[in-house]
């Protein structure tokens, strides 16, 4: 699996969008970008996954460039609620039984 | 439906001691995994199964065993606890090779001493 490089930690006023990036310039051709949180001391929780198109669901959305080496995680209306610690995650979508966690981005959703 | 659950939620042990950590699924999936997270860190993956009776290592496998009897259960124990092995331990299961999202438990929150 292609490993991931985030920020160690960010800020976002409520309200606003927070744009959380990833590097992931050692990707392949047939793996995914995953995105993951996790809230105070909670399991993670899945986000939202792409291939090459921009993805959009009810919590996120994923802009995953044409190169696909980096892609950006988007709360389009951060709540004090997403102050988490978000993880990208880069593997096979089929037989990729294994997902390894890195540190992450820190969010701090601020009032 | 319960989802992944995790039993114990809390551990103090001494070094030395044995213990042995439940992860328990009602949604039948296929492949379950045990994590564990120090402090400040991200999830490590200690083992894995991709079905019932198997099992696999993962990232950080020593001083830690598992097993697959049921396909709903899969345990971790922990044979003699050392302090390095104090973190919180995530299980967490997927349907199958196909399937994008993981299911996590709540976490078990170990301390050896």
């Known amino acids: 699996d292609a490993k991931t490089t985030q920020p160690p930690s960010m800020d976002c006023a409520e309200g606003r969008a927070a744009n959380l990036p990833c590097n992931h310039s050692?990707?392949?051709?047939?793996?995914?970008v995953y995105w993951y949180r996790q809230i105070h001391s909670q399991g993670p929780q899945y986000i939202i996954h792409?291939?090459?198109n921009n993805e959009t669901n009810e919590m996120a959305s994923l802009i995953i460039t044409e190169d696909r080496k980096s892609s950006t995680l988007i709360l389009p209306h951060a709540t004090l609620r997403d102050t988490a610690v978000y993880y990208c995650?880069?593997?096979?979508?089929?037989?990729?039984?294994?997902?390894?966690f890195g540190a992450g981005t820190r969010l701090f959703v601020k009032a | 439906n319960a989802g992944v659950t995790q039993t114990p939620k809390f551990r103090v042990l001494k070094t030395g001691q044995s213990m042995t950590l439940l992860c328990a699924q009602d949604?039948?999936?296929?492949?379950m995994y045990w994590y564990r997270q120090d402090p400040g860190m991200g999830l490590r993956l200690i083992h894995y199964s991709v079905g019932e009776g198997t099992t696999a290592k993962g990232e950080v496998p020593d001083g830690y065993n598992v097993s697959r009897l049921k396909k709903q259960n899969f345990l971790l124990g922990l044979e003699s606890a050392a302090p390095s092995q104090t973190s919180v331990y995530f299980c967490a299961s997927r349907p199958d090779p196909i399937s994008y999202e993981q299911y996590f438990g709540p976490g078990t929150r170990l301390t050896v001493t």
């Open positions: 949604m039948n999936h296929e492949y």
């Open positions: 050692t990707i392949s051709g047939n793996e995914y």
């Open positions: 995650i880069v593997r096979v979508a089929t037989g990729g039984f294994k997902t390894i």
């Open positions: 792409g291939l090459k």
